[in-house]
């Protein structure tokens, strides 16, 4: 169960950390008029890329992912390995998260609720599509902590018990890394967008390397994802995600 868990999900990195960097401490309102990030606008969304999975037993799955989207309604998958037969699909709504595995004949229907109690991790719609696409996790407020480092903001958030770090480029106001915990230590994920491609002049993150942290009935477990999209589309007529069990 746990890969075709962590191939619905999208998210983790390896935290990237560059030099030490002297940050410069700006006052609410002087970052709150500097300080725009920048949100993925889109209607429907298609991309296709590659994928590779690395799981915490050595495993490593590579294969051809596409990837279809209706803004804070619906987020659809499939991963294809090389043979050219499909072996995950999957589909992330509003409540819940379905997947089929036809490799190891698993279907799991899991509840946002149920995966934070199950394994740690709390996610929603919302927040899978803001990683997916570099978006601030979490909308901006006076009451989180802004601080200008270069050419970056580092913006720390709290939200429900989860503690939020993002740098951000000021150049796109898109997230380039970001890491996130609970506060109780119960689950973490972080992410790193290495480039962005120019899409309908909207900076889109085609290159991404992620990482989850996460408990189940073996212990801790650890999976890497990296993500190279080739393929990335805008569309404003309806798509369709079919899914069955």
Not at 155 to 163: A, C, D, I, P, S
Not at 187 to 215: C, H, I, R, W
Request: glycine letters at 6%; proline letters at 3%; hydrophobic letters at 40%.
């Amino acid at each position: 169960m746990i890969r075709p868990l962590i191939a619905s999900l999208f998210l983790f990195i390896v935290f990237i950390s560059g030099c030490a960097k002297k940050t410069n401490l700006y006052t609410s309102d002087e970052i709150m008029q500097e300080f725009n990030p920048n949100y993925l606008e889109f209607q429907y969304l298609s991309a296709k890329g590659r994928i590779v999975l690395e799981e915490s037993n050595g495993k490593v799955t590579k294969g051809t992912i596409n990837l279809r989207a209706k803004k804070d309604s619906v987020l659809w998958f499939s991963i294809t390995p090389g043979l050219g037969v499909e072996a995950i699909r999957g589909m992330v709504t509003s409540d819940k998260m379905r997947i089929k595995d036809r490799i190891n004949g698993e279907d799991i229907n899991i509840s946002f609720i149920e995966m934070m109690d199950r394994y740690g991790l709390k996610m929603d719609l919302p927040l899978i599509q803001n990683l997916l696409f570099a978006n601030v996790p979490q909308e901006f407020s006076y009451r989180d902590r802004l601080l200008r480092s270069g050419k970056y903001f580092e913006l720390t958030q709290v939200r429900e018990g989860v503690r939020y770090h993002s740098r951000v480029g000021t150049n796109h106001g898109k997230v380039v890394e970001l890491s996130s915990n609970r506060l109780d230590d119960m689950g973490a994920f972080m992410a790193s967008y290495p480039t962005f491609e120019d899409v309908n002049g909207q900076a889109f993150p085609n290159k991404m390397l992620l990482k989850l942290s996460f408990n189940s009935s073996e212990g801790l477990q650890n999976a890497i994802i990296h993500l190279e999209f080739s393929r990335i589309e805008f569309q404003s007529e309806a798509l369709s995600f079919p899914f069955h069990f």
